[in-house]
């Protein structure tokens, strides 16, 4: 069944400082492949996906993900982080179809002034 | 204008009574979602409509019931509520069923079951 793994639960960085958030999925074919933010009491907003083409693909607020088929990894980063950046970060994959997302279970991002 | 908007935003009820959760999209499109995001942050499909059609049923239980009236409304229904049945349930709509995988979410109904 497709899965996807984020490893770490809870980072911190400082402020201007580079990110990386790690995204391991399990699918068998070419997957599609999501990141969503999560800010504190709000919704989810799509950040940026991957359907095929180009490995890296750019996103929204700065952010860009690399696709690495012999990782299985979809790794987000961010040159230098902003305050306001800190929020709930999920990769997702889509499933069988239909937009059905199967999610991590999210990185909570902390950014110290 | 909120483009996916929930009510309520916040419910506490008690074991075994019957609550809804309704949802509005503006945004015109043709897919709507149910989401339940536990307590660990875990967010997990419960269901999906397109067009007002059921495409999507996960494993839910069936006192879990949703009802499109129209495209742009997909409430959930719950009986008989259960402790564990507390969670943030999130409606979220996209343009429509193909695999583009941007869904617009709303800001969640947090549902706590004493």
């Known amino acids: 069944a497709q899965s996807v793994t984020q490893p770490d639960i809870h980072i911190t960085v400082s402020e201007g400082a580079s990110l990386e958030l790690r995204c391991n999925y399990s699918y068998g074919a070419t997957p599609y492949l999501f990141w969503y933010v999560q800010s504190p009491g709000q919704g989810l907003q799509l950040l940026l996906k991957?359907?095929?083409?180009?490995?890296l693909v750019q996103g929204i607020k700065g952010f860009e993900a690399e696709f690495k088929r012999s990782q299985s990894s979809f790794n987000l980063r961010k040159p230098s982080v902003h305050w306001s950046d800190a929020a709930e970060y999920f990769c997702?994959?889509?499933?069988?179809?239909?937009?059905?997302?199967?999610f991590g279970a999210g990185t909570r991002l902390a950014v110290h002034p | 204008d909120t483009a996916v908007s929930q009510t309520p935003k916040y419910l506490v009820t008690q074991m075994g009574n019957d609550k809804s959760i309704k949802c509005e999209q503006n945004?015109?499109?043709?897919?709507m979602y149910w989401y339940k995001q536990d307590s660990k942050k875990f967010l997990k499909i419960m269901f999906s409509?397109?067009?007002?059609?059921?495409?999507i049923n996960e494993t839910v239980p069936n006192r879990f019931s949703p009802k499109s009236p129209d495209k742009a409304h997909l409430n959930l229904h719950i009986n008989s509520l259960e402790l564990g049945d507390s969670a943030v349930y999130f409606c979220?709509?996209?343009?429509?069923?193909?695999?583009?995988?941007?869904?617009?979410f709303g800001e969640g109904s947090r549902l706590t079951v004493l």
């Open positions: 991957y359907f095929s083409g180009d490995t």
């Open positions: 979220a709509s996209s343009q429509d069923s193909i695999n583009t995988g941007e869904l617009f």
């Open positions: 997702a994959v889509e499933s069988g179809g239909y937009n059905k997302l199967i």
């Open positions: 409509y397109n067009n007002k059609e059921l495409i």
């Open positions: 945004l015109g499109h043709d897919t």
